[in-house]
T-cell receptor, first 114, second 116 residues
Framework: DGGITQSPKYLFRKEGQNVTLSCEQN?????MYWYRQDPGQGLRLIYY???????QKGDIAEGYSVSREKKESFPLTVTSAQKNPTAFYLC?????????????FGPGTRLTVL | AQKITQTQPGMFVQEKEAVTLDCTYD???????LFWYKQPSSGEMIFLIY??????QNATEGRYSLNFQKARKSANLVISASQLGDSAMYFC?????????????FGTGTLLAVQP
């Protein structure tokens, strides 16, 4: 089945540790996105990538880093510089075609920093 | 600056009735797109419906329709014949910048509760 997978579903880390969230898609989509969602809030864009080996900062990139070495993978690292990392993280992808306007989302990873 | 506003934090609706979820937007881009997503308690975002700024007709997808009023900058979601499974958070979103990057800007959401 084609889709977007994010692992793990729940993640716990100690304060000051870096943590990497996985996002994999087998939809052959060109663009991938990372969003953060806080309780009672909408999604905010962290980073996005429209092509392999290229990515751009979104609205809240500070304290995060990404890589796009393969088309199907777009991992997000939450660094110790991120002051409030506890949140729900959603990865999305979109094909480079006008036929689809929407982004397709993964199931999300809930990160809790203790 | 682009912005999406959803003024209804929560709403109740009786099963089988219709409900309208409000969304207003602000953008200076002549070309933009408007989306509605559903987020159940499990957390995944489910795409419901899309309206392009140049589309002449309101978008419809099954029980979902988008009431697009361009002059008022509103894009309300109408759910007809509500079902218990419609209980979820609903987010309005906008794609701006002419679609160059397909970045989405989201509103704060409306929590819909369908009562039997």
């Amino acid at each position: 089945d084609g889709g977007i997978t994010q692992s793990p579903k729940y993640l716990f880390r100690k304060e000051g540790q870096n943590v990497t969230l996985s996002c994999e898609q087998n939809l052959n989509h060109d663009a991938m996105y990372w969003y953060r969602q806080d309780p009672g809030q909408g999604l905010r864009l962290i980073y996005y990538s429209q092509i392999v080996n290229d990515f751009q900062k979104g609205d809240i990139a500070e304290g995060y880093s990404v890589s796009r070495e393969k088309k199907e993978s777009f991992p997000l690292t939450v660094t110790s510089a991120q002051k409030n990392p506890t949140a729900f993280y959603l990865c999305a992808s979109k094909p480079d075609t006008a036929f689809y306007n929407e982004q397709f989302f993964g199931p999300g990873t809930r990160l809790t920093v203790l | 600056a682009q912005k999406i506003t959803q003024t209804q934090p929560g709403m109740f609706v009786q099963e089988k009735e219709a409900v309208t979820l409000d969304c207003t937007y602000d953008t200076s881009d002549p070309s933009y797109g408007l989306f509605w997503y559903k987020q159940p308690s499990s957390g995944e975002m489910i795409f419901l419906i899309y309206q392009g700024s140049y589309d002449q007709q309101n978008a419809t997808e099954g029980r979902y329709s988008l009431n697009f009023q361009k002059a008022r900058k509103s894009a309300n979601l109408v759910i007809s014949a509500s079902q218990l499974g419609d209980s979820a958070m609903y987010f309005c979103a906008m794609r701006g910048d002419g679609g160059a990057t397909n970045k989405l800007i989201f509103g704060t959401g409306t929590l819909l509760a369908v009562q039997p």
